[in-house]
């Protein structure tokens, strides 16, 4: 694992090849447990009801949605109105070792992408606290990311998310603007049928 500093904000992190193959191949079996128990659902924009491209699902006692209504935490899933599955082990290890002072994370957004699907340009802050990071760890296809300021238009940079990359958006960074231009077609033969699953860790509510 090698850490490489990111642009000018203070505390993007990007940590290039965290999980080795065996431990991305491990860390996907858990998701496909997960999803299992929580399907994957797709997502709507808040007032036009325009579907994201991307397809969702979540673990921990807190899961991010998006529906007509907006988007916000709630503790069970949309369809199946059943309580989130646990966060795995190995991603609250993760977050102890690049979040050692926050208290521990409360959702895990499981983002599906297929090969057309991107990430328009956006803030994590549905979070009631700010304080802890959002920690991501990419699996499958890479894809290119871009982050920018604090500001929509602040000017942008992007570079490439491999498999079993992480990247931390902490401390000043924790509110830059971010998103997903596109995922490179068969760049990754984690995923059988190809695509590209992004994984992100939030604390939500203040440490109690
Ligand atoms: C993605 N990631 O990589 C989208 N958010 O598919 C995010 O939206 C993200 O990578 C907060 C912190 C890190 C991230
Ligand atoms: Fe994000």
Same mark, same amino acid.
């Given at each position: 694992m090698q850490k490489i500093k990111?642009?000018?904000?203070?505390?993007?992190?990007?940590?290039?090849?965290?999980?080795?193959?065996?431990?991305q191949e491990a860390l996907l079996e858990q998701i496909r447990t997960i999803v299992s128990e929580a399907p994957l659902f797709q997502p709507v924009m +808040?007032? !036009? &009801? @325009? *579907?994201?491209?991307?397809?969702?699902?979540?673990c921990g006692p807190l899961g991010w949605v998006s529906d007509i209504n907006g988007y916000r935490y709630q503790p069970t899933h +949309?369809? !199946? &109105? @059943? *309580?989130?599955?646990?966060?795995?082990?190995?991603?609250?290890?993760?977050?102890c070792e690049v979040a050692p002072d926050a208290p521990k994370p409360e959702?895990?957004?499981i983002n599906f992408y297929e090969t057309g699907a991107r990430m328009g340009l956006h803030q994590d802050r549905d979070e009631q606290m700010f304080e802890a990071p959002v920690v991501s760890v990419s699996l499958g296809d890479s894809a290119t990311f871009r982050v920018g300021g604090l500001k929509r238009k602040d000017p942008t940079s992007s570079f490439r998310l491999l498999s079993g990359d992480v990247v931390v958006l902490g401390g000043e960074a924790r509110l830059a603007f971010h998103g997903i231009d596109r995922?490179?077609?068969?760049?990754s033969t984690l995923l059988k049928n190809g695509g590209r699953i992004n994984l992100t860790l939030r604390r939500v509510t203040p440490a109690d």
């Open positions: 990111i642009g000018g904000l203070a505390g993007l992190s990007y940590l290039s090849g965290y999980f080795d193959r065996d431990g +808040p007032k !036009t &009801g @325009k *579907p994201f491209s991307v397809k969702m699902s979540n +949309p369809e !199946t &109105g @059943k *309580p989130w599955p646990e966060i795995p082990d190995t991603l609250l290890d993760l977050w959702a895990c957004l995922i490179l077609k068969d760049t």
